[in-house]
């Protein structure tokens, strides 16, 4: 939705994925970037997008999404 988060002190910036080439541009080259969704297919292709298309290299995705999480707590 695009809204950010608040969680533990951190602050977490949402970005759809059809938003993700024009956020990019503001992004620090050296930033840790974390790519999360629900279940790890949007995250995947932002990773790869970033990776291959913008040069970034500190990038990690959750691999099966929020749901693994999820799941793991039931």
């Known amino acids: ?8 002190g951190y602050h977490w910036d949402t970005i759809p994925l059809y938003e993700l080439p024009n956020a ?3 992004f620090a080259k050296d930033a840790i970037i974390v790519s999360v969704c629900d279940y790890g297919i949007k995250s995947n292709a932002a990773l790869r997008y970033l990776v291959t298309k913008k ?3 500190n990038i990690f995705h959750l ?3 929020v749901s693994s999480i999820k799941t793991i707590n039931s």
């Open 24 to 26: 990019s541009a503001k």
């Open 1 to 8: 939705n695009g809204k950010p988060i608040e969680i533990s």
């Open 63 to 65: 691999k099966d999404g």
């Open 55 to 57: 040069k970034f290299s």
